[in-house]
């Protein structure tokens, strides 16, 4: 949702997102926080604290057995217990920010 969020400013701003049939920006990037930022996301400490640990947790629990140093392997991979519910009310306000946005591209 946070990539969509990147493409639709883009879009709103008139700036190309793809190259040729592909979509060119954060391919492969699993940083939340970053991710967040380049959406322009306002972010709380605790949500910054929340995606912080859910970048680790899906490049952990998805993507790598592991780490390719040691330092990416003495990485905290912990959920907390109401991770659930703090990613439910950070998506909805994504949702929020997204359907507030270019009324115009989705009733065309």
Do not use: C
Not at 32 to 46: F, G, T
Not at 52 to 58: K, N
Not at 79 to 103: H, N, T, Y
């Amino acid at each position: 949702m946070l990539k969509a969020l990147i493409v639709t400013h883009a879009i709103d701003a008139g700036t190309t997102v793809t190259e040729g049939e592909t979509l060119k920006m954060y391919r492969g990037n699993h940083d939340l926080v970053a991710i967040s930022e380049h959406a322009r996301m306002p972010l709380s400490v605790d949500e910054k604290e929340l995606l912080a640990r859910m970048s680790t947790f899906v490049l952990w629990g998805g993507r790598y057995p592991v780490g390719m140093s040691k330092e990416k392997t003495d990485q905290d991979r912990v959920a907390i217990s109401d991770d659930w519910q703090r990613i439910s009310l950070f998506v909805g306000r994504v949702d929020k920010e997204l359907r507030g946005m270019s009324w115009q591209l989705r009733h065309e």
